[in-house]
């Protein structure tokens, strides 16, 4: 998928003109769906970052289609129940499952996995994108990328790291970040943002990895330095914030993303129409302007594009796992 800066710009420029038209599979949806409540499951606790997005692009789903979707809320294991939950259900296009980067990660880590990521589920879109931030404790003497690596270096094994997400993207992104700028870091795992904001505002770990929803104000009240972000160009709505890439690690291109997927053996013609109708909603102005709020950007992509997507993330992890001697249980 492209970067972040070109997708807003082609997203706005094509679904003025394809959305509406994107929908003609009208027909079909009536002789398969018409009537039924759709069920949006979310691997996930209510009240994230996550959930707040499911909400907001089913209400206006919702509104669109005269009918139902309902977010179903079925956290745990890392997301690997609600995940399994979807995988169970019947293939007739009423339920959807929320995705993210977790998605690609757990098989990585889990090999006992209660599903198969790629062969039991059939990609409907990405739908928006955001990327990961790299922020630094106050106690720590460093407000720039290239200078908290030059402190790195200096410590060699002092600094512990954290992330939004154990064995996420999150955690990735700063795995990648130790291998490419050669620095070494400690892992401390945190059940949750909350408790590892706390402790790194503390200084009792150095610095974090973490989604801008729950930083920035932290950053914005002064308590968290904003080093940069981890995507591979800045972000339209953090605009001041520097990239990894652009700092000296031109490798370094990672973001959270929030996608739909359907149980395997679904109908193709479903699973167009449900991209066409989310598609749909995600041009509306004003549900943008509420992701935007949240950092998100909208990138909805095809059924096509999101499978290559996927298998590539899926790749990508893999090699770096194999390449940090990450554990695989």
């Given at each position: 998928?492209?970067s972040?800066?070109?997708?807003?710009?082609?997203?706005?420029?094509?679904?003025g003109?394809?959305?509406?038209?994107?929908?003609?599979?009208t027909?079909?949806?009536?002789?398969?769906?018409?009537?039924?409540?759709?069920?949006?499951?979310?691997?996930a606790?209510?009240?994230?970052?996550?959930?707040?997005?499911?909400?907001?692009?089913?209400?206006?789903?919702?509104?669109?289609?005269?009918?139902?979707?309902?977010?179903?809320?079925?956290?745990?294991?890392?997301?690997?129940?609600?995940?399994?939950?979807a995988?169970?259900?019947?293939?007739?296009?009423?339920t959807?499952?929320?995705?993210g980067?977790?998605?690609?990660?757990?098989?990585?880590?889990?090999?006992?996995?209660?599903?198969?990521?790629?062969?039991?589920?059939?990609?409907?879109m990405?739908m928006?994108?955001?990327?990961?931030?790299?922020?630094?404790?106050?106690?720590?003497?460093?407000?720039?990328?290239?200078?908290?690596?030059?402190?790195?270096?200096?410590?060699?094994?002092?600094?512990?790291?954290?992330?939004t997400?154990?064995?996420?993207?999150?955690?990735?992104?700063?795995?990648?970040?130790?291998?490419?700028?050669?620095?070494?870091?400690?892992?401390?795992?945190y059940?949750?943002?909350?408790?590892a904001?706390?402790?790194?505002?503390?200084?009792?770990?150095?610095?974090?990895?973490?989604?801008?929803?729950t930083?920035?104000p932290?950053?914005?009240?002064?308590?968290?330095?904003?080093?940069?972000?981890?995507?591979?160009?800045?972000?339209?709505?953090?605009?001041?914030?520097?990239?990894?890439?652009?700092?000296?690690w031109p490798?370094?291109?990672?973001t959270?993303?929030?996608?739909?997927?359907?149980?395997?053996?679904?109908p193709?013609?479903d699973?167009?129409?449900?991209?066409?109708?989310?598609?749909?909603?995600?041009?509306?102005?004003?549900?943008q302007?509420?992701?935007?709020?949240q950092y998100?950007?909208?990138?909805?992509?095809?059924?096509a594009e999101?499978?290559?997507?996927?298998?590539?993330?899926?790749?990508?992890?893999?090699?770096?796992?194999?390449?940090?001697?990450?554990?695989v249980?």
């Amino acid at each position: 998928m492209r970067s972040i800066s070109r997708l807003v710009v082609s997203f706005a420029l094509s679904v003025g003109v394809g959305a509406a038209g994107s929908l003609s599979p009208t027909a079909s949806f009536a002789q398969t769906l018409a009537g039924k409540q759709l069920r949006l499951i979310v691997p996930a606790p209510p009240g994230g970052g996550f959930d707040s997005l499911a909400r907001l692009v089913a209400t206006k789903v919702s509104e669109n289609l005269k009918t139902s979707v309902i977010v179903e809320n079925r956290p745990g294991a890392g997301q690997q129940i609600g995940t399994a939950v979807a995988a169970r259900a019947a293939p007739d296009g009423t339920t959807i499952l929320m995705v993210g980067t977790n998605f690609t990660t757990n098989p990585l880590f889990n090999r006992n996995l209660p599903y198969d990521a790629l062969k039991d589920f059939e990609p409907v879109m990405i739908m928006a994108q955001t990327p990961f931030m790299l922020v630094a404790t106050r106690t720590l003497p460093v407000t720039t990328p290239q200078e908290f690596v030059a402190y790195a270096k200096a410590h060699p094994g002092r600094l512990s790291y954290t992330a939004t997400q154990p064995r996420g993207a999150a955690q990735l992104a700063a795995e990648l970040l130790k291998l490419d700028a050669g620095i070494n870091m400690t892992f401390v795992p945190y059940q949750g943002s909350a408790p590892a904001l706390t402790d790194l505002m503390a200084g009792r770990v150095q610095v974090m990895v973490d989604a801008p929803v729950t930083s920035m104000p932290h950053v914005k009240a002064g308590a968290l330095h904003a080093l940069a972000l981890t995507s591979a160009t800045r972000s339209p709505y953090l605009p001041d914030i520097p990239t990894l890439a652009e700092s000296g690690w031109p490798h370094i291109d990672v973001t959270a993303w929030a996608g739909l997927v359907v149980p395997a053996r679904t109908p193709k013609e479903d699973v167009a129409w449900l991209n066409a109708a989310f598609t749909k909603a995600l041009s509306d102005p004003q549900l943008q302007k509420a992701l935007a709020a949240q950092y998100w950007v909208v990138t909805p992509s095809s059924p096509a594009e999101t499978r290559k997507f996927l298998d590539k993330e899926m790749k990508r992890w893999a090699d770096l796992v194999a390449r940090a001697k990450l554990t695989v249980n």
